[in-house]
DNA sequence: TTAAAATTAAGTAAAATTACTTAGTTTTGT
DNA sequence: ACAAAACTAAGTAATTTTACTTAATTTTAA
């Protein structure tokens, strides 16, 4: 591989622009498209075929993940490296699963990074030193071995219905029990249970570890 | 002025290491040095005292806002073009309030970036159309002046009291109010009436709403 | 050194949540 | 068509929050 070519997909038009003008700084990377959501990113990905994508995680439309799963599904030949531009590590397990090639926390330098992407892009793997721990961790712990294929998608993380995913959203609008049965017409005794059920799979214990958690693994 | 000499805050090194490349791609723009929160980027200027400080809000130990009321009332010399990344514009005003000399949202582009960087270094004001926009609004409005002083500050938007905020703090550690009570030796009342008082003051009806609001304005 | 602000905490009471269990009905997948 | 899963909703009860008011004490700033 001569030049590595490189589809950048960030929905911050200045960081996008920030690691391009460093990717172009040196020789042998060129950035030959761009994406500023999910979507975007799948479709420019189908245009142009690149070498590596290089994703953050959270993006409008769809997420670096979701587009990670597509991506290994039917761009095999694309590498993809992850960018999780938000202190969190808590994806890194579904990144893996979905297929990502690389993982970078936000902590990563440009070093860290231009090594990462030219480990990937010649078909490797790379991922942070805390990123290894972690799926050591899991490894070991054998709770959720990355090769293991019963572990919720992340879509799905907590194997929520659909019916309890509506309420969720409607949860997280404010709305209480009363509000959300009227909405539903549901009786509010239901709207009761899915709220005490979404709270048990989520193994939170009130409406704000609930809300939290909720946005943290993007779920609705 | 021959060359803008930059100083970059922002927490994310890639981002950091993005927009000095970017940056030096250019002719005429030196990044002389960077840092990584808040209080090492007022260390970071007084050493250097550059032309410009690049800083984002969001920042541990410090926000970008703190940091530029700051250096507008010890180092007036030093401009600041401060970056939202983080899609809100609700710190504008406290921004400008603050003394920053230029203001963009992450939509803002490298070309947008450029010339917002060139006006602030040579003294002028650059602030996205997005940003001016809701300034007139205020203006129009009256009920936020940017001249005016008796707007709350930015730590303080919402006229806090201490021991509130310390609750807050609590609360969104998922405490009930028996154990804020238990952790600050008061009665359950006293604690029940703070969380009460703090509904009020933040105009929301639930924890959940409290909790994004708090997060939201970091009020913790 | 006062007045203002903050902190403390009681009373009252409605509303909501939390924590289950049981169980009928509907939907869905194979 | 049959079983499994999902959705519905009732009962019961303890706990917590929400929504005030009133008021004594302590702290703070002019």
Do not use: C, W
Not at 88 to 106: M, R, T
Not at 117 to 141: C, E, P, Q, R
């Amino acid at each position: 591989m001569d030049v590595i070519n490189v589809v950048l997909a960030d929905d911050h038009v200045l960081v996008r622009d920030g690691i391009k003008a460093l990717l172009e700084d040196q020789s042998g990377i060129v950035v030959i498209d761009e994406a500023s959501n999910g979507k975007e990113a799948l479709e420019v990905v189908k245009k142009n075929t690149p070498h590596v994508l290089i994703v953050d995680i959270r993006m409008p439309e769809m997420n670096g993940i979701e587009v990670v799963r597509e991506i290994t599904k039917s761009f095999k030949e694309v590498n993809t490296l992850v960018l999780s531009m938000h202190d969190s590590e808590e994806y890194v397990v579904q990144a893996i699963q979905a297929g990502a090639d690389g993982y970078l926390l936000k902590g990563a330098s440009k070093e860290e990074f231009l090594k990462a992407l030219h480990k990937v892009a010649s078909g490797g793997k790379y991922f942070t030193g805390d990123v290894s721990a972690i799926i050591m961790n899991n490894f070991v712990n054998g709770n959720a071995s990355v090769v293991s294929s019963n572990i919720k998608s992340i879509e799905d993380p907590f194997g929520l219905t659909k019916r309890e995913k509506q309420i969720l959203g409607l949860i997280l609008q404010f709305k209480n029990n009363k509000e959300i049965a009227d909405e539903l017409q549901i009786s509010k005794r239901t709207a009761e249970v899915h709220r005490f059920n979404l709270m048990k799979k989520l193994e939170v214990k009130n409406l704000m570890e609930l809300s939290n958690k909720a946005n943290e693994y993007q779920l609705v």
